[in-house]
């Protein structure tokens, strides 16, 4: 029965030890959204890259019907609604929370509103993106990491050649590093 007992407190303890929560995973990358419509580099950006960023750098649907880049013509900026989607940033410098989440504001380039967002990373393969609308209507989406390079896809740094441009409160003013994958 003492045995029995000292199993049962074993089996609890390690039971206790895998709920435990999961430590956040470094939310940076490439990944493609879940709808498979686009890929989004995330990178470090702000003050001290204390903040998360994020960048068009992919979509299934580079043109419009005119045959001509998809431009960000429902931009509530009017000095933003000629500038290309490709590469235009839509995750606008999340702050970093205690709890390895990022919260701010993330903005759809096809309706030109942005949105409460929440990113985080328990897994090197996977981010979590919750948008809320309205702080009450939320939805959660899974994003995937991606390595490969896809045909259209930009590969340069951000604010460099051949990469995403950042909106001008987040422009460091010299290109971010890229990894040797091309981010």
């Known amino acids: 029965m003492k045995q029995s007992a000292t199993h049962l407190l074993a089996s609890l303890a390690t039971a206790g030890m895998t709920l435990a929560p999961a430590y956040a995973a470094e939310p940076t990358g490439t990944w493609l959204t879940e709808d498979k419509r686009a890929r989004v580099r995330t990178e470090r950006c702000g003050p001290g890259n204390a903040n998360l960023c994020g960048y068009v750098v992919w979509g ?9 880049p998809r431009v960000d013509r429902e931009n509530p900026d009017p000095g933003k609604r000629e500038r290309p989607l490709l590469g235009h940033q839509m995750i606008l410098g999340l702050k970093p929370g205690e709890d390895g989440r990022f919260s701010g504001q ?11 967002v929440t990113i ?12 809320c609308l309205l702080a009450v209507l939320c939805g959660t989406q899974t994003w995937t990491r991606v390595t490969d390079v896809v045909p259209g896809q930009l590969k340069g740094p951000t604010n460099g050649e051949g990469g995403p441009r950042s909106d001008r409160e987040w422009a460091t003013g010299k290109p971010a590093p890229t990894s040797p994958k091309g981010r």
């Open 60 to 68: 299934s649907k580079p043109l419009g019907e005119n045959g001509l």
């Open 120 to 131: 985080w990373s328990e897994t090197s393969s996977e981010l979590s993106v919750k948008g």
């Open 106 to 116: 993330i903005y759809n380039g096809d309706n030109g509103k942005s949105y409460a």
